[in-house]
């Protein structure tokens, strides 16, 4: 025993020093950017599904290194990421900008939930919408890995009424977790989360035909689209490519996808997008909500979907399915650069925003920011970054409204937004010609 504490009190001040020198080590980045090997949630069908979170257990996918931009930019200061008074839909000169915020993966976690969206210009010191940018796109699983799950639910619902009183949108996507609690999977769900319900029969209730239940079923969608200029219609306004690739609107594709997993090449029910896979979960969720709450698993049998689930309700949740597809974040870089122009272009966007696969460093950009991964492991139960997407498009015009021809400069940056700084991962600018308002 004298000799283990005495190897102890050499070998914990030693681990104490590289901590605080990591910074200036590089190994320690290179080790802290490997890929991830433990905590991914783990599908039901999967051979180690039985385990839970805290077991030495890892999903069966192997992790692939991912390609991203290099986030150490010598002697950038964070900008200022606006306020109410710097959104403006349309100004005088004939501009039109929007602005967008996107952050991934919350898992329970309230005060870090704060200050990544005081952070990004969402809301302002107590919390509440700031008006500092047009939407705000949450990519699921706020639920499970922590305890604060239902002043998560609450506080976003409250930012969705606040938003809308003056102009601004928010937009909410169900997550893998989400639909693990529709079904009765709860083997990421803390005790001490329990307890702030009440109760197991409590917590069923709330996330069935409760406060929480009816959110999801009324507010949340599986996935989003979400036009960049209005002539394309409200967010969720469908792209169906048998009939709306005929279009020449040089803007017929200036839209985002949000999706908490990924849109798989070959996902059956991708189009019309995004309304064929919304309508597969709202039915299949309405399903889960309304028949007799299971008990939950573990420690009982996992429960799986209801009976007379469909085959495209049961696809919907497979291991491609928009829920838990990793295929863009863990596949080669050659390979998803090969497959993405594909998906993009029947999905009516110009990139694929999603959570899921967390990197702990940083927001993960692939294949020139067509693919853009956001789960940074906000929660306290991963200790990752605090981190949000921000994208900012305008429109600006070129010639007078008078012109024969109407020119205009449209651009796009996309940027990951960070506590001591910000980075740029796209800045696409062209021209394009037409009558868009």
């Not at 839909?89 to 967008?100: A, M, N, Q, W």
């Not at 409200?234 to 009939?243: G, H, I, K, L, S």
């Not at 209801?306 to 049961?314: D, F, K, S, Y």
């Not at 605090?386 to 449209?410: I, M």
Request: aromatic share 8%.
């Amino acid at each position: 025993m004298s000799r283990l504490l005495v190897v102890l009190s050499l070998f914990v001040p030693l681990l104490g020093v590289l901590w605080v020198c990591r910074a200036f080590i590089p190994t320690f980045d290179l080790v802290a950017s490997l890929p991830l090997s433990w905590p991914l949630a783990v599908h039901p069908g999967a051979k180690s599904a039985q385990h839970a979170y805290g077991d030495d257990h890892s999903d069966d996918t192997a992790q692939q290194h991912l390609h991203v931009v290099d986030q150490d930019r010598p002697g950038q200061d964070p900008q200022p990421n606006g306020d109410a008074s710097t959104v403006d839909s349309k100004h005088v000169d004939g501009e039109f900008k929007r602005t967008i915020v996107a952050v991934g993966d919350l898992h329970g976690d309230l005060p870090n939930a704060h200050k990544v969206l005081q952070m990004a210009g969402v809301v302002d010191e107590d919390a509440n919408w700031s008006g500092g940018v047009n939407f705000f796109v949450q990519t699921g699983d706020i639920i499970d890995r922590g305890d604060d799950t239902i002043k998560l639910y609450l506080w976003m619902d409250q930012l969705r009424d606040q938003a809308k009183a003056v102009g601004g949108t928010v937009l909410t996507n169900l997550g893998n977790h989400e639909w693990m609690n529709a079904i009765g999977d709860w083997r990421y769900v803390p005790a001490t989360e329990i307890k702030t319900f009440g109760s197991v029969a409590a917590r069923q209730k709330m996330l069935s035909t409760g406060r929480i239940g009816r959110s999801w079923a009324t507010n949340y969608t599986t996935t989003t689209r979400l036009p960049l200029h209005p002539s394309l219609g409200p967010p969720n306004t469908d792209y169906d490519p048998e009939t709306d690739s005929v279009s020449t609107s040089p803007l017929s594709h200036a839209a985002i996808s949000f999706v908490h997993g990924g849109l798989a090449p070959t996902y059956p029910d991708l189009t019309p997008f995004p309304s064929r896979i919304n309508e597969i979960s709202h039915s299949l969720l309405h399903k889960l909500q309304h028949r007799t709450q299971p008990p939950p698993h573990p420690p009982n049998p996992y429960p799986g979907l209801p009976h007379e689930a469909t085959h495209h309700e049961q696809r919907l949740y497979a291991s491609d399915g928009p829920l838990w597809y990793r295929g863009w974040a863990l596949d080669p870089e050659e390979k998803v650069c090969k497959e993405v122009d594909d998906v993009l272009d029947r999905t009516g966007t110009r990139r694929m925003v999603m959570g899921h696969t967390p990197d702990f460093q940083k927001i993960v950009s692939r294949c020139g920011g067509k693919i853009i991964i956001i789960d940074t492991g906000i929660s306290h139960a991963y200790g990752g970054a605090l981190s949000a997407l921000s994208v900012t498009y305008s429109l600006t015009p070129v010639s007078g409204r008078d012109a024969k021809e109407q020119r205009w400069t449209e651009k796009e940056v996309v940027k990951a937004l960070y506590v001591d700084r910000e980075v740029l991962l796209a800045s696409d600018e062209r021209e394009v010609t037409g009558d868009f308002f």
